[in-house]
Every structure is written in C-alpha cells, then in structure tokens.
C-alpha cells in the first residue's frame, strides 16, 4: 500500500466519491456556522424546498456582530446585525439545528466553543464559513474554511466538492524559551515563509517543540497558519489530544472509547510518506515578535527595526513595503519597541482561551493600565469566562483597569461596537493586521497575550521580557 501522510489519510477517509483527478466528494463530520455567513447559504436552501438531512451535526454561534459589553441581557442595537441574529436563530429553528445565541451562558466565538465541549475530535472533517476554521487541525481533524454556495450544499447534503490540496510539512526542532509563545513561534514562520508560503498546502507540524505544546497552544498554532495561505493545519494526536478529548466527551465510554482508541492510533502520516515542501524551524531561536505593517508575515523580533524599502531584495517586496509604512506611518529604519499604543485588545479565537488570559494575567498583576491606554479583554466564550472569574483573573484586570467584557469576535475585526479609531494603534492578539481591520484607518500590531499585557502597561510597544525579570512595578510607571 503507497504510503500516506495524515492529511491523505483524512481526506481517503472522508470520500464519498471521487469526482476527478482533482476533486472529491467529501463527507463533513461537524458544520459550524455563524450569523454572518450562513444567512445567504439557508435562503439558498428554502427556495430549492430543501432540509437538512443531518441537524445534529451542525452547529451555530453568534458572535461577529454581538456587542461584548458587561451588561446583561445583551441587546444587538444595530438594526442591520440585530436582524442577521434573528434570521440565524429561525433558521436553526426551523431545521434543529443547535445555537449559541446572544445570551446563552457557553456563547462564544465557534472556534473557541466547538473544541471546548468536545464537538471536535481526532479523524473528523470540520467546516464553517470562516476562514480560520484550521484551527481545529490542532486536535487532529480536518478542518477549512468555506463559501456561501459550499455552506448550502453542505447543509442540503452534509458532503462538499473538495479539491484536494498538496502536502506540506513544518519540523519545529528543540524547545521555546522563556518569555516567548507559540504565538512568536507562528509570527516567526510567517515572516519566513510569507503570506503565501503555504498557499496551496495543508500544513502538518510536527517535532519536540510541537510535542511539547499545550492544545490551547496547538489551536492558536492552527489558527494563524491560515495566514500563510494553507488550506489546513494538522497535528497527529497525541497523548495530550487524547486527555483533553476525552476530559470534554463524556459520551465517549466503554466500547466506543475503544473503538475511539484504536482508530486515533492510526492518525498519523506514515514514516515513508512523501510531502512535496518540508521546513525545519528551532523553536530556541524564537524570541517575541510584533507585526510592524499590514499582513501577518510582516513582523520582527522586538529587538528589530522597521524595514527600508530600498533595502528589500525585489521590487514587489519594495513596494509592499512602502505601501504597509505609509498606512502604519513608521519610519523606516525605525525600532519598533517603544511605539505608543492607545488600545490594546487580549482575545479573538486566536488568543482567548483561558491559558492565554492566564498568560497575560502574570505579566498585569500587581501594575496598572498606562495613562491614556483603552485595554480590553474579551474571553473566547461563556465557559471560558466563568473560569477566569473563578480563579480571579476578572478582579484582577479590572484592578489594573482593564475592561472585563463578555464574549465575542469583539475588536478583531471591528463588525460590533468594538472598533479602533482612525490613526490609533492596537496592540492586538488577533490574526490579521490588514488595512482597517480593527476600524477605518486603524493601526494593528499583533503580539502575544503577555506581549499586549506589557503593552498595556507601558503604553508602548514593548518586549515582555523586561517587565518578567523585574520587579513589580509603581502604577502607571513605564518600563
């Protein structure tokens, strides 16, 4: 039998019919949906007089559009968004299809949500209309993003036409060191490789530093490798997959759990498989890193400076550079630790689980906000929520004047009251600097949860480490 990798193995698993050389007719275990891409997907569906064949293995959340202020009921005040909310939950309604709405205590963000109560696990295909649904490959499973015409087919027949993507595979050797996060170890590789350095490919991480992750890690890894354009990401599971699986589906018991066991145990690429790109990476050499224009692989070490664009080794990446320092307005040349900040926002489905509250909780306690520094955090969900408050991290942020608010996408993409202002800069832990990404005209620096933890503290673009080796500061003092 020709050897596999896992991404193969998956998607062999899942077919229901070979289309052509190309494409497959894949079956889908888990649909996640949202209030802002399904609303097309299901007129689609009513006007073809269709249903959905398999509800329970679909799921919705609302949480693009919902405000995240800490008042309860939450009331969408928006006509427009308050209208998609409404027009999701007749919807799942109508076809029993479980939601998350405004007000259910486990809303949250569905790449937060799915995994946390074991909706998601080893060997499934999941999919939703959103983009960063690679997140979930940090648990073993397929998972992609898809379109509007892609959700109605997969809602009228829980199967999609799938093109199948080529083999990519990223070594992460040796162990990250202290001060610095999967999130650098991410941003890292994106500037390596690029924006467009996996298009095409679903990426497999494997190596000791990979091992060595947490799955709240392993999920923020998935997430942002969307951000090299692959169309996946994939971690064989583990031992550390199979404990948090289980702890989250307790209808997983006797027979079940062993038949769950046995097929896990196959989920790996074999050692003979062939991947068309291999890179290697020592996880050693990360230290924390900030993005310093407007795509995610545009990022440096804190200890950088900001790029010349006469210095840059093609005329495209001249001018990418331009085009990036004339929207964030730095000076090339420029270093990028020290850079004011007037927001800093701790969540998305990127960084706001609760280790990454934990995180950034250790670098906040016993300091306070910066003068003139909005500082958010919103928790990736209810359940997420209710830990951290159990624990105190809500006390604690607020103590240091941080606003505690509830679940949502929230700032990252700025489709609420969560918005940036014009020329203001964020020290974000979200996925995507684009231009106006947080708000028209806005300015985004993506970090890791300690890292916009210092920012908030400082009022500047900082490296956490300084504040990690000192002792406690005065508040509203600088580091």
Request: with cysteine; aromatic share 4%.
């Amino acid at each position: 039998m020709t050897a596999r990798t896992l991404y193969r193995r998956l998607v062999d698993s899942h077919t229901v019919a070979v289309l052509d050389e190309q494409n497959v007719l894949l079956f889908c275990d888990l649909h996640l949906m949202n209030e802002y891409t399904s609303p097309q997907a299901f007129a689609g569906l009513h006007e073809r007089g269709l249903e959905v064949p398999v509800p329970g293995q679909n799921m919705a959340v609302v949480s693009h559009i919902i405000p995240t202020a800490a008042v309860t009921p939450r009331v969408i005040g928006d006509p427009a968004s308050a209208l998609q909310a409404r027009t999701l939950e007749a919807n799942c309604a109508r076809h029993g299809i479980s939601l998350f709405d405004a007000n259910d205590p486990l809303q949250g963000i569905e790449h937060v949500v799915a995994p946390e109560h074991g909706m998601v696990r080893p060997g499934m295909v999941v999919i939703c209309g959103d983009s960063h649904t690679t997140t979930h490959g940090a648990l073993g499973a397929l998972g992609f993003g898809i379109g509007t015409t892609e959700l109605e087919h997969v809602l009228a027949t829980q199967t999609l036409a799938y093109p199948v993507a080529r083999d990519m595979r990223i070594g992460i050797d040796g162990a990250l060191p202290e001060g610095t996060t999967v999130k650098d170890l991410i941003l890292m590789v994106l500037g390596t490789i690029g924006a467009e350095g996996a298009r095409g490919y679903v990426v497999e991480f494997t190596g000791p530093a990979i091992a060595a992750l947490s799955v709240e890690s392993r999920l923020t890894l998935c997430n942002m490798t969307l951000e090299a354009g692959a169309r996946g990401a994939l971690i064989a599971p583990d031992q550390t997959t199979i404990g948090y699986v289980l702890e989250r589906a307790p209808d997983i018991t006797g027979d079940t759990r062993d038949l769950a066991l046995a097929h896990w145990a196959t989920l790996r690429s074999d050692a003979d498989a062939q991947f068309d790109v291999e890179h290697r990476f020592e996880a050693g050499s990360v230290v924390p890193h900030v993005s310093w224009g407007t795509s995610p692989d545009q990022v440096m070490p804190i200890n950088g400076r900001v790029p010349r664009p006469d210095q840059q080794d093609d005329e495209a990446t001249r001018q990418a550079t331009r085009r990036a320092l004339g929207y964030t307005r730095l000076s090339p040349g420029a270093p990028i630790e020290g850079i004011p900040v007037q927001h800093v926002f701790i969540g998305s489905c990127t960084n706001a689980r609760i280790e990454d509250l934990r995180a950034a909780s250790d670098v906040v306690r016993g300091r306070t906000v910066a003068r003139g520094v909005r500082a958010m955090v919103v928790p990736g969900s209810g359940a997420v929520r209710r830990q951290a408050e159990a624990e105190g991290l809500d006390r604690l942020f607020t103590d240091a004047g941080f606003e505690w608010r509830k679940p949502g996408c929230s700032m990252c993409l700025a489709m609420n009251d969560d918005v940036v202002g014009a020329g203001e800069r964020c020290a974000s832990t979200t996925n995507r600097n684009f231009e106006g990404r947080q708000g028209r005209g806005s300015v985004t620096h993506l970090m890791s949860p300690p890292m916009a933890a210092a920012a908030a503290i400082t009022g500047t673009i900082s490296d956490v480490r300084r504040l990690q080796r000192r002792p406690t500061l005065t508040p509203g003092s600088q580091s």
